[in-house]
């Protein structure tokens, strides 16, 4: 009886443990190990190799590939902040800033921007690919032109809010690589979400029209689905607003995501460091150990002191100026997009409002009609 058990029980894989072995030791906690999987290829799971584009500086793209753990040291990220590009998973609209990168994360557009490069999962979604197409048009040539969903609507609003007043058609040359980079991520996601709205607008006014002079179960459902995509659509645009005005309100998280002022401080301070080191060696003194305040002569002393007090003064100075003008500047194109996502809502909205009117004369209609 013995062996027919034996023979049925399914082979117990390699990495089971065996309890009555003898080096088998149970755990502090008493309980017994999971036993019957096979867990050495967990491990590795989600350790693969992806394929991601990469956009330079100077608009040259090239395709990669990298593993998570290597992008994590590549861009000084945790692993939450790679999640948010994973587009398995369903996120709200994000905009992080790291100490060497920008996680953004609006509708379709999912990038990480560095002072040097914008990384986006490999995809074959158009939006994606028109986002590296015009990132690498504005970065080559400079001269702007409006995102291509938009239509003459939504130019002439750009122009009455002041769009071009403030940047004109595009982002100045002046500004820094990975503000240019945010700023067509903002344009993909404002104006994809307010083509959206205008799309259900056309959609919902000659519904509505429809419903109030001739009530029908058709009608009914036609309204309740419609309804149902503005609530979705709406709540999407209010993530959107609602990340643009955090960024706005906070001179912390602008100051922040100016990656290039902050990779030009670490390489002057570390180029002033080895100019140091090289005047010390230049005197005699070893750049490679620390030099003791009993042999060194007081006036170099002094003299190193100053350098290091004038040079922290000079940096300290610059830092805070330019770190006051440019959350100026990115506080300028946060505000751009943020009139422009604040009029897709209001246009939601509306939208909305007129719908619970539209409710109410039914129900005024239906009620006379019980009566």
Known sequence: MADLKERLLPPKPQSAINIRDASYRPSASGRQPFQGMDLSGLKKRGQGLRSWIRVDTSGNSQIIEVDKFTMMRRCDLPARDLRLLDPLFVYPSTILGREKAIVVNLEQIRCIITADEVLLLNSLDSYVLQYVVELQRRLTSGVGEVW???????????????????YGSTSPDYLPFEFRALEVALEAACTFLDSQAAELEIEAYPLLDELTSKISTLNLERVRRLKSRLVALTRRVQKVRDEIEQLMDDDGDMAEMY??????????????????????????????????????????RRLEKSLSIARSRHESMRSSESATEN?????????????????????????????DDTEDFINIQLGAIVV
């Open 148 to 166: 291509q969903s938009e239509g003459p609507e939504l130019n002439r609003r750009r122009s009455s809010r002041g769009f071009d007043y403030v």
């Open 327 to 355: 959350i100026e500047e990115l506080e300028m194109l946060l505000e751009a997009y943020f009139v422009l996502i604040d009029s897709t809502l209001n246009k939601l909205t509306s939208l909305k409002e007129y719908i």
């Open 259 to 300: 990656l290039t002022e902050k990779k030009s401080r670490m390489e002057s301070s570390f180029y002033g460091d080895q100019s140091l080191m090289g005047f010390r060696s230049n005197d005699g003194l070893s750049a490679s150990a620390p030099v003791s305040p009993v042999a060194s002569p007081p006036e170099l």
